[in-house]
T-cell receptor
Framework: EAGVAQSPRYKIIEKRQSVAFWCNPI?????LYWYQQILGQGPKLLIQ????????DSQLPKDRFSAERLKGVDSTLKIQPAKLEDSAVYLC????????????FGPGTRLLVL | KNEVEQSPQNLTAQEGEFITINCSYS?????LHWLQQHPGGGIVSLFM???GKKKHGRLIATINIQEKHSSLHITASHPRDSAVYIC???????????FGGGTRVLVKP
């Protein structure tokens, strides 16, 4: 079974530029999560999708971050414009359904904003 | 105060030593997860437990619901166990994970 795929693996941009990350969850997984992990800290949930609907985006900085999962499968997370403090690893995870379920994580995209 | 606290933040052990990582939480939960993150790699789920104790190979996880505390033990530690170990709790509704800050473990040969 293929795991959660993410691209790119690494990205370096200058502040005020835009960047987009892509995630393809495990086939059949209805729930998709985007996390931000700043160096030395645990992951922080940015947004959670159930199929193509948003379940929780309470910690997403909506003035600069956006995410979509139009067909309920793969998802993109965009930052526009980026700030220095956005430097982090962005992790995508998926689970079969929401609730008492194991989440499977992708390898992450490491973003550096200069 | 964070909802999930881990200790220690960093741990160095010699190969073969017994390692214990602790996790305390302050909210109602439906389950507690122990995760492993290798440098540059993604996160792997080790255990999901809501009571008692689970064992997988050299790893043992325990949870005390009354005390809101869990421990992850590594027996006969090996350099390949070097990683960040993260404790996370599922909310009472089961639909949200809250993560601890992680414990960085280094096992020296």
């Amino acid at each position: 079974e293929a795991g959660v795929a993410q691209s790119p693996r690494y990205k370096i941009i200058e502040k005020r530029q835009s960047v987009a990350f892509w995630c393809n969850p495990i086939s059949g997984h209805a729930t998709l999560y985007w996390y931000q992990q700043i160096l030395g800290q645990g992951p922080k949930l940015l947004i959670q999708f159930q199929n193509n609907g948003v379940v929780d985006d309470s910690q997403l900085p909506k003035d600069r971050f956006s995410a979509e999962r139009l067909k309920g499968v793969d998802s993109t997370l965009k930052i526009q414009p980026a700030k220095l403090e956005d430097s982090a690893v962005y992790l995508c995870a998926s689970s079969l359904v929401t609730g008492f379920q194991t989440q499977y994580f992708g390898p992450g995209t490491r973003l550096l904003v200069l | 105060k964070n909802e999930v606290e881990q200790s220690p933040q960093n741990l160095t052990a010699q190969e073969g030593e017994f390692i214990t990582i602790n996790c305390s939480y302050s909210v109602g939960i439906s389950a507690l997860h122990w995760l492993q993150q290798h440098p540059g790699g993604g996160i792997v789920s080790l255990f999901m437990l809501s009571s008692g104790k689970k064992k997988h190979g050299r790893l043992i996880a325990t949870i005390n619901i009354q005390e809101k505390h869990s421990s992850l033990h590594i027996t006969a530690s090996h350099p390949r166990d070097s990683a960040v170990y993260i404790c996370a709790v599922s909310s009472a509704a089961g639909n949200k994970l809250t993560f601890g800050g992680g414990t960085r473990v280094l096992v020296k040969p």
